[in-house]
């Protein structure tokens, strides 16, 4: 969401952008700012540079490929170890 800073009154609201979590990923890769069309408004747009500091579902991914054997039940969040019969 985006309002305008007023020093007396109140603040006016000037739109809104929204995205999905890809789309933020591939915006990061880009590295230069984008204009996106505010929602919301008659018109406006907004420039943004967006920059991921830290990809947990990446980093989630990245650590536990290290659990090799390891069963991993999501709906739980249980790890227990993997046997065969």
């Known amino acids: 969401m985006l309002w305008d800073h007023d020093v007396f009154g109140m603040k006016d609201f000037l739109g809104s952008v929204t995205f999905a979590l890809d ?6 890769a880009l590295d230069a700012p984008q ?3 505010l929602h919301g408004a008659k018109t406006g747009s907004v420039e943004l540079k967006i920059k991921v500091i830290s990809d947990v579902d990446s980093e989630v991914s990245r650590l536990l490929s290290h659990f090799k054997g390891v069963a ?3 709906t739980c ?3 227990g170890r993997l046997e065969r019969t």
């Open 35 to 37: 204009w996106f069309q």
């Open 72 to 74: 991993i039940d999501p």
């Open 23 to 28: 789309d933020i990923r591939r915006y990061s």
């Open 77 to 79: 969040i249980n790890i």
